[in-house]
Every structure is written in C-alpha cells, then in structure tokens.
C-alpha cells in the first residue's frame, strides 16, 4: 500500500515569488494535515483539511493557504515567499481523525 | 496553549545500551500521545497512547502513559546503530482550538555508536 506522497521533493524559490506544494494521501485516508518543521524548530501545525473543508489552521498569516481536493488529495499554497519560509513541509494524512502518517516533506528554500 | 517538552534534547549511547525518553505535555484536552521516529524526513509512526498503565511494546521499544503525572516514556533496550534518529513526542487534542492538530516536542536526537 502506497503511504503519503508529496512533490516536488525539493522547491527553490526566491522572496516575493508564490509556492505550491502537492499531497496525496494514503488511499482510504480523508484528512489531510500540513506541518512546517523550520531548521531548530519542532514541527508546527499549519492546515487541516477533512472531506474538502478547512477544518482548523495553526497560528500562521493568510499567505499560507491550501485546498483538499474531491479525491482528498492536498495542495498547500505560500504566497509572498519570505526568507524565514525556508523549512521542510510535512504533509500527514489520516482516516478520520485516527493516527497522523506522514510523507516525506518538500524541502523549501527561499533565495 | 498546549505544550510538549521532552528530554533529553539529545542523547549519544554505545550499541547494547538502554536508553528511556521522556515526555511531559500539558494540554487543555488530552486525546492520546504518540511518538514517531525521525531519521531524515518523514516521521514514522511508533506508538498511540491513549490510557494510563498500559505498555505498548514492539520488539525493542516500548512506551507507556501517565496520565495522572502527564507524562509518557519511550524505553529502547540493546540499541542498535539502526535507532540512531530523532524521537518526536506528540499530543492529540480532543477539542477546541487546538482540535485536529498534533502538538510536537522538541525531539530528542538519539546518537548510538558502535
């Protein structure tokens, strides 16, 4: 069974420009949860979507925006790309609101 | 706000060696407390704790819940290079403004030598 899948792997970006990141959860699973985990910092809650409605946001600007899509697939949007944006975004998924399993992360860096 | 803190932040042992992670949280309503195993990106499930007294064990690992105390202890026993990873601890919140979110520690980096 295949886990969560995020692409791209790696995003290179330079301040100002816009990020999109893509999530596919794990067949089954409903929810759809992103984390940004920045260098020294633990991993901090950013989105959770379940059954295509935003279901709570973590203490994050509105340039940080996503969707979950009819197949409960996952797209996290950064908009006006700052430096301190640079970090590994987690995308995690579950069956309602069971164990969190998580993808590999896109690597971000803003130039 | 919810709060996880665990320790040690890091922690170097030699193969064959013992170790126990510690965890404590506070959180407004607890759901259940769960550790992943860091190696270089994606957090891999270990454990789900949801009652007090109860070791979930597999294999080399084992974790238990206090929920009384609040806090939770993840033991690995004869170590081997291949635990060498960053430990996350995390709480579930039941409600309100933090309903839906994991709530993660610092880790704790884990370093075992040959």
């Known amino acids: 069974e295949a886990g969560v899948t995020q692409s791209p792997t790696h995003l290179i970006k330079t301040r100002g420009q816009q990020a999109t990141l893509r999530c596919s959860p794990i067949?089954?699973?409903?929810?759809v949860y992103w984390y940004q985990q920045a260098l020294g910092l633990g991993l901090q809650f950013l989105l959770w979507?379940?059954?295509?409605?935003?279901?709570n946001r973590g203490n994050f600007p509105p340039r940080f925006s996503g969707r979950q899509f009819p197949n409960y697939s996952s797209e996290l949007n950064v908009n006006a790309l700052e430096l301190e944006d640079s970090a590994l975004y987690l995308c995690?998924?579950?069956?309602?609101?069971?164990?969190?399993?998580f993808g590999a992360g896109t690597r971000l860096s803003v130039l | 706000e919810d709060k996880v803190v665990q320790s040690p932040l890091s922690l170097v042992v030699h193969e064959g060696d013992t170790v126990t992670l510690n965890c404590s949280y506070e959180?407004?309503?607890?759901?259940?407390l769960l550790w992943y195993k860091q190696e270089k990106k994606a957090p891999t499930f270990l454990f789900m704790l949801?009652?007090?007294?109860i070791e979930k064990k597999s294999g080399r690992l084992s974790s238990i819940l206090d929920k009384k105390e609040l806090f939770s202890i993840l033991n690995i026993t004869a170590t081997q290079t291949g635990d060498s990873a960053v430990y996350l601890c995390?709480?579930?919140?039941?409600?309100?403004?933090?309903?839906?979110?994991?709530?993660f520690g610092q880790g704790t980096i884990l370093t075992v030598h040959p």
């Open positions: 959180v407004t309503n607890f759901r259940s």
């Open positions: 979507y379940d059954e295509g409605e935003e279901r």
């Open positions: 067949s089954g699973h409903t929810s």
């Open positions: 949801t009652s007090s007294g």
């Open positions: 995690a998924s579950s069956f309602t609101r069971n164990i969190q399993y």
């Open positions: 995390a709480v579930d919140n039941a409600g309100g403004t933090s309903y839906g979110k994991l709530t």
